[in-house]
T-cell receptor, first 115, second 110 residues
Framework: NAGVTQTPKFQVLKTGQSMTLQCAQD?????MSWYRQDPGMGLRLIHY???????DQGEVPNGYNVSRSTTEDFPLRLLSAAPSQTSVYFC??????????????FGDGTRLSIL | DAKTTQPNSMESNEEEPVHLPCNHS???????IHWYRQLPSQGPEYVIH???SNVNNRMASLAIAEDRKSSTLILHRATLRDAAVYYC???????????FGKGTKLSVIP
């Protein structure tokens, strides 16, 4: 099992460029989410999805878009990159049932620098 | 969502027990308490979670205070491979979302 796979692992962008961070999971998990991790800030939720066709905002959604067309994939889009979006981005998934009574599985992250 | 607070850093000697504390004083009755750890350049890894009762698994133990306003992750014998940042997190009431603390960096001294 590959678990949660994130691509690319590293990316450098210029201000104003757009890009998509990819996330795929092979565990048939309905719930998927995106976090950003900044020094001294822990992990903060950007967007999440409870199933195909359903997405919602987390704590820090501004500047990011998501969509969920399949159970397996949950891409994160930066439409116009800003230096404040320099961060490490993590995707996570878990089964839908059980609310808080399920562990989350994380990918290894995408390290993004905006110049 | 309950806010969690953790010490920034802790040290432990190898092969000794480690007690990592977390305060979550605004936790609601249905919120679960989760712990994850993160090694350098890796994603967070699930360690343990619980609701009210103490929990044990192969990695660690979780002790939850009776009033649920605090919890403690217990590593019974610290090894060098346990050196990591440990995050305490809680779920929102009736939701799937985890709210993470800022983490405790654990150093293990040989």
């Amino acid at each position: 099992n590959a678990g949660v796979t994130q691509t690319p692992k590293f990316q450098v962008l210029k201000t104003g460029q757009s890009m998509t961070l990819q996330c795929a999971q092979d565990m048939n998990h309905e719930y998927m989410s995106w976090y950003r991790q900044d020094p001294g800030m822990g992990l903060r939720l950007i967007h999440y999805s409870v199933g195909a066709g359903i997405t919602d905002q987390g704590e820090v959604p501004n500047g990011y878009n998501v969509s969920r067309s399949t159970t397996e994939d949950f891409p994160l889009r930066l439409l116009s990159a800003a230096p404040s979006q320099t961060s490490v981005y993590f995707c996570a998934s878990r089964p839908r049932q059980g609310m808080g009574n399920q562990p989350q599985h994380f990918g290894d992250g995408t390290r993004l620098s905006i110049l | 969502d309950a806010k969690t607070t953790q010490p920034n850093s802790m040290e432990s000697n190898e092969e000794e027990p480690v007690h990592l504390p977390c305060n979550h004083s605004t936790i609601s009755g249905t919120d679960y308490i989760h712990w994850y750890r993160q090694l350098p350049s890796q994603g967070p890894e699930y360690v343990i979670h619980g609701l009210t009762s103490n929990v044990n698994n192969r990695m660690a133990s979780l002790a939850i205070a009776e009033d649920r306003k605090s919890s403690t992750l217990i590593l019974h014998r610290a090894t060098l491979r346990d050196a990591a940042v440990y995050y305490c997190a809680t779920t929102g009431a009736g939701s799937y979302q985890l709210t993470f603390g800022k983490g405790t960096k654990l150093s293990v001294i040989p």
